[in-house]
C-alpha cells in the first residue's frame, strides 16, 4: 500500500467515526481510502479498481464523475452556490419540481424538499399527522410493514422494523404499529398480507394517520420483494379508512425496479412519494416528498390559523443538488434509460441462473436491477457478509452483503461483460466459503 494511503488511513482513524461501522473493526479490516472514480469504477491509491456492484448505497445511477453531470455542476457552481429557501427561489428547483410532478404517478402535485432520506421520511410523516389535525382528527398512529426500513432518524427508525439498527432505541422511539409484509413475490402472499393490514385497519383504522411502505423491495431488510398487487390493495384499504399512503421510494424509485418508480406497476398513486438517493444521481444530497394538491389545500390558510408546515432544514433545495437532479433527469430522457436497462435486467436474470444450483443458496431474487442471493444461514455467529465482502474486493467487484442476502445494485452503466464480472466475484465469493 502506497505511504499516502497509509498515512491516510491514519489520520482518518484518529478523527473520524464512520457511519454504520463498528469501528474497532477497523483494527484488522483496513479502510479504503479512495482516490477517484470513473465510470461504474473506484480507484485505490495502488490504483486497483473496484467494480461499484452498490451504487455505494445504492445512490449512483450513471457512474462515477460522469462527465454530463459534472459539466452541470461546474455551471451551476459559478452561478448560485445556495440560497436561502424561505421566501426565495431559483430555477434549478422550479425546474426540477415541474419536471418530477411530471413523472411520478399522477395527483402528485407539490414538493417539498429536505436533504436526506430520513428527513424525507420525517416530513411526509409530520405532514399526514398535521393534516388529519388540521382537518380536526386526531390520528396518532403510523402502520409499517414488518422487516421495513425507512431510515435511521428517530421517526423514521420508529415506523422501520429491523432489529439490528431499532432495538437499542427501544425506549426513546415513537409507538407504531407493524403488519406483514407479503412473504414472497407471489399474488397469494400479497393477498394474505392485505388481509393482516384489513383486520388492523378496521380495529384501529380511525386512530391511524398513514400506512408507509417500500414498494416491491425492502432494500435494508434483506431486499425482500413482494408482487405489486400488495400495494394496490394497500392502497384501497387506506381509501376506504381515510388513511394515507406513503411510499417511500427513496431506494427503489428512479428505475431501480425496472419502471421509473415502483409504484408504476401496481399503477397506485401514494398520497405521499420520498425520494432521495438516486434522485442527484449519486452526486448530491437532496430528497424530496411529493404529495397532492389536496394534502397541500389543508395547511393553506392565513397564517394566524397555525395549520402551516413549519419544517426546515438549512440546505432544502440547494441548488447544486437541484442542478445535479436536473442532469440526472436529462439522462434518463435523453439516453432511454429505462429502455435500455431491459436488456441488462434480462442479462442478469440469466446470470443468476448459475446460483439456484449452489447447496448453500436458499433464494435467488430479482426485481428489475435490484437482484439477490440469500445463503442459508446456519451460525448466526459467523459475519458471512465480510467474508464475501473481502473476497469479492481482492476480485475488484465492491460487494456489501447485508447479513446473509448477497445482492447487486449497480450503477446504470455497467456492461453486461460488467454485470458478468460483477456476478462471477459474487459466485466464486460464496463458492470459497469454507465449511458452509
Ligand atoms: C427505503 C429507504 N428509506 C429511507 C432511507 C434513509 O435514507 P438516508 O440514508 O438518506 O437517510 C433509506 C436508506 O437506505 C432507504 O433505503
Redesign the pocket.
Known amino acids: 500500500m502506497q505511504e499516502n494511503a497509509k498515512l491516510l488511513i491514519d489520520q482518518d482513524l484518529a478523527h473520524i467515526w464512520h457511519p454504520c461501522t463498528q469501528m474497532k473493526d477497523h483494527e484488522v479490516i483496513p479502510l479504503i481510502p479512495i482516490r477517484r472514480g470513473e465510470g461504474a469504477y473506484l480507484f485505490d491509491f495502488d490504483d486497483n479498481s473496484y467494480i461499484d456492484a452498490v451504487s455505494s448505497?445504492?445512490v449512483n445511477l450513471f457512474g462515477h464523475c460522469n462527465p454530463y453531470i459534472n459539466q452541470k455542476i461546474k455551471e451551476q457552481v459559478d452561478t448560485l452556490e445556495h440560497v436561502i429557501f424561505a421566501g426565495f427561489t431559483h430555477e434549478p428547483i422550479i425546474k426540477l419540481s415541474k419536471r418530477l410532478c411530471e413523472i411520478t404517478p399522477p395527483g402528485l402535485s407539490k414538493c417539498f424538499y429536505a436533504d436526506?432520506?430520513?428527513?424525507?421520511?420525517e416530513v411526509a410523516l409530520k405532514m399526514s399527522f398535521q393534516y388529519h389535525k388540521n382537518r380536526g382528527e386526531k390520528r396518532p398512529f403510523f402502520v409499517s410493514l414488518e422487516n421495513?426500513?425507512?431510515?435511521?432518524?428517530i421517526g423514521?427508525l420508529s415506523v422501520g422494523d429491523v432489529k439490528l439498527y431499532k432495538e437499542v432505541f427501544e425506549g426513546i422511539l415513537i409507538q407504531t404499529l407493524q403488519t406483514p409484509v407479503p412473504e414472497n413475490q407471489t399474488e397469494e402472499a400479497a393477498e394474505v398480507a392485505a388481509k393482516a393490514l384489513e383486520t388492523l385497519l378496521n380495529e384501529r383504522g380511525y386512530e391511524i394517520s398513514a400506512l408507509i411502505i417500500?414498494p416491491l423491495v425492502?432494500?435494508?431488510g434483506g431486499m425482500h420483494m413482494y408482487h405489486p398487487l400488495y400495494i394496490s390493495l394497500a392502497r384501497s384499504l387506506c381509501d376506504k379508512h381515510g388513511i394515507h399512503l406513503i411510499a417511500?421510494?427513496?431506494?427503489?424509485g428512479f428505475g431501480r425496479t425496472g419502471t421509473m418508480f415502483a409504484c408504476e406497476q401496481a399503477g397506485v398513486s401514494p398520497d405521499f412519494m420520498?425520494l432521495?438517493?438516486g434522485l442527484t444521481g449519486g452526486y448530491l444530497?437532496l430528497?424530496v416528498v411529493l404529495t397532492t394538491n389536496e394534502i397541500y389545500d389543508a395547511f393553506y390558510c392565513d397564517y394566524h390559523e397555525l395549520k402551516s408546515f413549519l419544517h426546515s432544514h438549512s440546505y432544502t433545495g440547494n441548488p447544486l443538488a437541484c442542478c445535479a437532479a436536473n442532469a440526472a433527469l436529462d439522462i434518463f430522457e435523453n439516453e432511454h434509460i429505462i429502455e435500455k436497462n431491459r436488456e441488462k435486467i434480462a442479462f442478469i436474470k440469466v446470470q443468476l441462473e448459475r446460483f439456484k444450483a449452489l447447496a448453500c443458496v436458499k433464494e435467488v431474487r430479482q426485481t428489475g436491477m435490484i437482484a439477490a442471493v440469500e445463503l442459508h444461514q446456519k451460525d448466526t455467529q459467523r459475519r458471512v457478509n465480510l467474508e464475501i465482502f473481502q473476497y469479492a474486493l481482492s476480485k475488484g467487484v465492491l460487494l456489501r452483503p447485508l447479513g446473509n442476502v448477497v445482492y447487486f445494485m449497480p450503477p446504470y452503466i455497467l456492461t453486461c461483460k460488467e454485470i458478468e464480472m460483477m456476478m462471477d466475484a459474487a459466485y466464486e465469493a460464496i463458492v470459497s466459503l469454507k465449511d458452509f
Open positions: 448505497w445504492w436526506n432520506g430520513s428527513s424525507a421520511i421495513s426500513y425507512h431510515g435511521e432518524t423514521a417500500e425492502q432494500c435494508a417511500d421510494e427513496i431506494a427503489v420520498a432521495s438517493k444530497p430528497s
